[in-house]
């Protein structure tokens, strides 16, 4: 399982660090780091400009297509530390909750397999388990129409055949579906085959963020750490 968690951190390492690589020129205006890192040490500063950051997202493709290819599973805390300078470097997570993720699953496997197991898949099922207690208190959420209000969001261009989809009842349907397997996901641990519904249905689900939204990121990383799910499960 660790091997597999290896490859799927690798697999996300690579798009989180291209994805950064493609967005560069934003690390000028508004991202310069005498703005977003106002509050760090001027000493620092120098360490986190356009070219030091560059070179970090460039390590960290790096250090993903050595964890696809095969390298030892420590060879993930390289990766860790590039994720980590990005943090700094902006502030906090670039990309939000998958960037927290995939930081998680880095350290995971550079740890003694049994304590890296126990890592990834107690924070992936925090991960679900606070997101569906947090939608509980939404009563969008509740009511089933959070889906329709977040499909007309512009920044995520969802394209207008799935928007149509997600806004009508069967859009409410899945909204409800998401909230029970959030809610629920700790019963996953009860049976393997309970394991490989609920880690199909979280494929699933953001496979379909992934489309919709566009978040692919999130679909890399959270994969990454469904193998330690798999080992505790069964």
């Not at 950051?53 to 860790?80: E, Q």
């Amino acid at each position: 399982m660790i091997d597999w968690m290896a490859r799927l951190a690798g697999v996300a390492a690579v798009v989180a660090g291209l994805e950064l690589l493609v967005v560069r020129r934003a690390f000028t205006r508004p991202f310069h780091v005498s703005i977003v890192g106002a509050d760090l040490p001027a000493v620092m500063r120098p360490l986190f400009g356009a070219h030091a950051t560059i070179a970090i997202c460039s390590l960290l493709v790096a250090t993903g297509v050595a964890l696809l290819v095969g390298a030892p599973p420590p060879v993930a805390a390289l990766g860790a530390v590039c994720v980590l300078a990005v943090a700094v470097r902006f502030r906090g997570t670039f990309n939000g909750g998958s960037d927290s993720m995939l930081l998680y699953v880095l350290v995971a496997l550079a740890l003694p397999a049994r304590y890296g197991l126990a890592l990834a898949a107690g924070q992936l099922t925090l991960s679900y388990v606070l997101a569906g207690i947090a939608k509980l208190g939404d009563p969008a959420w509740r009511s089933g129409t959070a889906l329709a209000t977040l499909v007309d969001l512009p920044q995520y261009a969802v394209p207008r055949p799935i928007a149509r989809v997600l806004a009508s009842p069967l859009g409410r349907g899945a909204a409800f579906v998401m909230l029970a397997f959030e809610c629920t996901f700790p019963l996953a641990f009860l049976h393997p085959t309970a394991c490989w519904i609920y880690l199909g249905i979280g494929a699933a689900f953001h496979l379909a963020n992934a489309v919709a939204f566009g978040l692919n990121r999130f679909l890399w990383t959270w994969l990454a750490a469904y193998p330690a799910m798999v080992h505790w499960g069964a």
